[in-house]
């Protein structure tokens, strides 16, 4: 991948900077690391629900606990489903063409007196990285959204692109969560969320209690205790139940590295799971360029750095790493230049400068090449905050991992079963060492 020469000093200018680093995320020595490979495997629509049920052979060792590992335990196990899976059938009623089924990740862990340190390779679908998100297109009268990820009906009907960035996630317990520790994020995943059985309705969420509690417009992640039926998702507890949950740590930290909304700033964004997937308290490094109002970009790119202020879907910018960030390439939208019908531009905006608070802790740096993305992520150590799982040297957390590429979002990942990681703690399936 050939960055131009713009978007390149972004990336480095921005990967370094943070007060929580120590050592340098580019000078780390991995090559004495040892690297643990993880199976990831592309799941369906393999939810919590359907994890207990009759469709289900190993249902009634879900019910008692047993972890999905324990009997998933040939070598191959995560290939064969995974590649079963993708093909379509009863858990994937919309295969997409081309989609692989599994993908070695692998994960390198250090650490120092300040931050946790994770380094992840793996190979993409596509002889591309996905930089790109979704455009703001204007159709000579208005703004509107251009590309969408491939499980969308738009997509799948050829109405619009398959267009979505790659994505790295990491799902953070400390043992406070009930089932994790067994079945990981399929404790998260259900029936009723987006592009999964049985799908929410408009309806459905105006007349939902908590969600319109939290202002929620639809349903996303959210874990079992936070439900009066674990398996219904409109059956929530109130608002101070869950607080009292979140207050005992039984949430999940979320860790996502954007290889559009956070790679150019040199960070990953910061989240847990509850009642919902939410960002932790504070504000993200990236924020919609849509103007609530009027739809019409809020910024543009400055002509005077990059060449052009839109561009269009053929445009040679698209082949490169294109990001709008805010106190680097972006002014605010003249609507009296000449706009022409397929001017474009991101739907997103980015900035370090705005990213505050418990949700701008990781700091991340990453590079694709030959057709891997390499991905080191910098969490600090220690962190006081009530939506963060404090990472201690001497520890071991469960963890599960989830990469998304090939322009696609929800279901349609890859996927680990629990890992542990394990700060200077033997016992781990991944070891973090000190670093010198």
Not at 187 to 205: I, N, W, Y
Not at 311 to 323: E, M, N
Not at 336 to 342: L, Q, T, V
Not at 384 to 390: G, I, V
């Amino acid at each position: 991948m050939q960055y131009s020469a713009l978007a390149l000093g972004m990336v480095l200018a921005w990967g370094g900077v943070g007060t929580a680093l120590a050592a340098d995320p580019a000078t780390i020595d991995w090559r004495p690391i040892a690297a643990t490979v993880v199976p990831l495997f592309y799941p369906g629509q393999s939810s919590y629900e359907w994890l207990r049920s009759d469709a289900h052979k190993g249902a009634s060792s879900v019910v008692r606990g047993k972890s999905c590992a324990a009997c998933h335990d040939e070598s191959d196990a995560e290939k064969v489903m995974g590649n079963a899976i993708v093909k379509g059938g009863p858990l994937e009623p919309v295969p997409v063409q081309g989609k692989s089924g599994y993908k070695d990740l692998r994960v390198q862990a250090a650490y120092d007196a300040k931050n946790l340190y994770l380094r992840f390779e793996w190979q993409t679908d596509k002889p591309y990285p996905g930089t790109e998100h979704q455009y703001l297109r204007f159709d000579g009268r208005e703004w509107k959204v251009w590309g969408f990820p491939k499980l969308d009906k738009v997509v799948q009907e050829g109405k619009q692109p398959g267009l979505y960035e790659d994505r790295m996630s990491i799902m953070v317990d400390d043992g406070k969560v009930a089932g994790f520790a067994q079945q990981g994020c399929w404790l998260s995943c259900h029936d009723g969320q987006r592009d999964m059985p049985k799908a929410f309705t408009p309806e459905e969420v105006a007349a939902n209690a908590l969600l319109q509690a939290i202002q929620k417009k639809d349903v996303r992640k959210y874990l079992p205790d936070t439900r009066t039926n674990p398996s219904d998702w409109k059956t929530g507890k109130s608002v101070e139940d869950i607080a009292k949950l979140k207050a005992e740590g039984k949430f999940v930290d979320l860790i996502q590295w954007r290889a559009h909304r956070s790679h150019a700033v040199g960070m990953a964004d910061d989240g847990h799971v509850l009642g919902f997937r939410l960002s932790d308290a504070g504000k993200d490094m990236f924020a919609s360029n849509a103007d609530a109002k009027t739809h019409a970009p809020i910024y543009m790119f400055d002509e005077k750095k990059m060449g052009f202020k839109s561009i269009t879907a053929d445009s040679p910018a698209r082949k490169g790493a294109l990001f709008l960030v805010r106190e680097h390439n972006a002014v605010p939208f003249d609507p009296r230049a000449a706009w022409k019908e397929g001017d474009m531009v991101p739907d997103y905006v980015i900035s370090r400068e705005d990213a505050k608070g418990s949700a701008a802790d990781n700091n991340a740096q990453a590079l694709w090449k030959d057709g891997k993305w390499s991905v080191v992520l910098v969490r600090p150590l220690g962190l006081n905050n009530a939506d963060d799982k404090s990472l201690q040297v001497g520890g071991v957390y469960q963890v599960g991992f989830a990469v998304h590429d090939d322009n696609i979002t929800t279901r349609g990942h890859h996927v680990s079963f629990v890992k542990t990681l394990g700060l200077g703690a033997p016992k781990a399936d991944i070891q973090a060492v000190a670093l010198p």
